[in-house]
């Protein structure tokens, strides 16, 4: 079932421009990752954080992670229309022996030139 | 590394018709391979999880004789949709994890059309 709740449902920058978008959850977790979908197609890993880190970064991505507030967020910088996509947060519960993930309702992201 | 493929990429049937997907991961043994629904501009919503060499653990609300799940090998897992039915039509996407990682890879999808 999904727990993830990613606020805004959608966004429309221009070219350069940041996007931030930001997932909340309800349950203790053992990691939790971001994932994009282009259109009609599967879904990309993009970066995983555990529930002992607070920030990562990977490229023109930055997640931050507050298991006090049970959120994240996915910052991406110097946006491109290539970004254009859905961004889904998902969580893996602990304890994780399962490997299931439970997904969010996802962003839609928009990068205009 | 870490592709896992999906065939058919797209597959029109009659309504009563049986549909076979197949999920392969080609450059790693997956011990688990999820099957998820995605409805047009929806998240994913996990069906089943596949344990390789023994049976599908459903979800939920998720008819396991309606929808069958094999995973024969380390490489490959099939969901059968059977007597396929208008309300069957979907995408279908399948993910594969390996024990040394928390990452699932996913597959690119299946798009159902039931007519």
């Known amino acids: 079932s999904q727990q993830g709740e990613e606020d805004p449902q959608a966004l429309s920058i221009q070219e350069g421009e940041n996007a931030t978008m930001n997932c909340s959850y309800k349950t203790s977790i053992n990691n939790l990752q971001w994932y994009r979908q282009n259109s009609g197609r599967g879904l990309v890993h993009l970066i995983l954080i555990r529930s002992n880190e607070r920030e990562k970064h990977s490229g023109r991505l930055r997640v931050t992670l507050d298991t006090s507030k049970k959120s994240s967020s996915l910052l991406i910088t110097a946006s491109r229309a290539a970004d254009t996509a859905s961004y889904f947060c998902?969580?893996?519960?602990?304890?994780?022996?399962?490997?299931?993930?439970?997904f969010g309702a996802g962003t839609t992201v928009t990068v205009r030139a | 590394g870490a592709v896992v493929s999906q065939h058919p990429s797209r597959v029109i049937c009659k309504s009563g018709t049986s549909v076979k997907i197949e999920c392969r991961s080609l450059?790693?043994?997956?011990?688990?391979m999820f099957w998820y629904r995605q409805f047009p501009k929806k998240s994913l919503m996990l069906m089943a999880t596949s344990n390789e060499g023994s049976k599908a653990t459903y979800e939920q609300g998720v008819e396991k004789d309606k929808f069958l799940i094999n995973h024969a090998s380390l490489t490959l897992s099939t969901l059968t949709v059977t007597s396929a039915h208008p309300e069957d039509s979907s995408f279908y996407i399948c993910s594969a994890g390996t024990p040394s990682t928390d990452t699932q890879y996913f597959g690119p999808g299946t798009r159902l059309t039931v007519l």
């Open positions: 450059d790693f043994q997956a011990t688990t």
């Open positions: 998902a969580t893996a519960r602990t304890p994780s022996n399962d490997y299931k993930l439970s």
